[in-house]
């Protein structure tokens, strides 16, 4: 189910949001988009080794077939660190049409059992009560975002399919997430022509919701965050 995006209200702000028309919330999952969203690629939320796991990691790694994780040994032996993307083929997933499977590695959201990865602000709150930006994982989870628009633009991608990096296993508060996300996303079609498109692909309704609240809040948050 693919959700449009509110378009402006006032031709002023239809010229701040040209993104928006670039920009969509599919409900679905990532291995098994409509043909007719006609992506050319798609983003994993991977771990460190680049080798697969749960998630949506496994479900890449599944569809793509055994190829991709022997490519990753081959090509990527060191992994990929945390805030970073690296770019591989489709493999198996080529027969929907995908061309390129871009890996980011999101952070793991500080506990206080010992996850903590240190903060950007000294002294900043270590949970979602941080403004936004004002967090080591916000500003890995960024990061991450930042390198896939890079590779996205450096592969020719047309229309890069992005699952909600680091909300699943890894714990990021979804509501925070969506905001890093979309405002990344935002920022990078203001000044990019590729991709043509970003389709923000969530898991369920609920999921979705969380995009479309940022996006619908976007006049209230992307003024006072601290951008990274
Ligand atoms: N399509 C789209 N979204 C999906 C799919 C799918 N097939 N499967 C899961 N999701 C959603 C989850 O509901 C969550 O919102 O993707 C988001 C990210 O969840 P995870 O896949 O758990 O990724 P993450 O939180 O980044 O944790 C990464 O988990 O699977 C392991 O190897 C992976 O160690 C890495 C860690």
């Given at each position: 189910m ?14 701040l ?11 679905g999952d990532i ?61 198996g ?45 916000d ?12 590779l ?10 992005l ?22 996303a ?16 969530c ?26």
């Amino acid at each position: 189910m693919d959700l449009s995006l509110p378009q402006s209200p006032t031709p002023a702000d239809d010229a701040l949001d040209g993104p928006l028309a670039r920009l969509a919330i599919h409900v679905g999952d990532i291995t098994a988009l409509p043909a007719g969203l006609r992506v050319d690629a798609i983003a994993n939320a991977a771990n460190e080794t680049l080798l697969g796991g749960g998630g949506v990691d496994g479900a890449i790694h599944r569809a793509a077939g055994p190829d991709l994780a022997e490519h990753c040994r081959t090509h990527h032996p060191g992994g990929c660190p945390t805030g970073l993307a690296k770019h591989t083929p489709a493999f198996g997933l080529e027969r929907q049409g995908i061309r390129h499977i871009l890996h980011a590695v999101g952070p793991v959201w500080p506990q206080e059992d010992g996850h903590e990865v240190g903060y950007a602000m000294p002294g900043a709150p270590t949970d979602d009560s941080a403004k936004l930006g004002y967090t080591h994982a916000d500003n890995l989870l960024a990061s991450c975002y930042v390198q896939l628009f890079a590779l996205a633009v450096r592969h020719g991608v047309r229309h890069l399919a992005l699952p909600a990096i680091s909300t699943g296993v890894y714990r990021f508060p979804k509501p925070r997430a969506a905001r890093i996300a979309f405002g990344h996303a935002h920022g990078h079609l203001h000044r990019h022509e590729h991709p043509e498109r970003i389709t923000f692909v969530c898991f369920s309704d609920e999921d979705a919701k969380h995009y479309h609240d940022a996006i619908q809040t976007r006049g209230e948050w992307m003024a006072n965050r601290r951008r990274v």
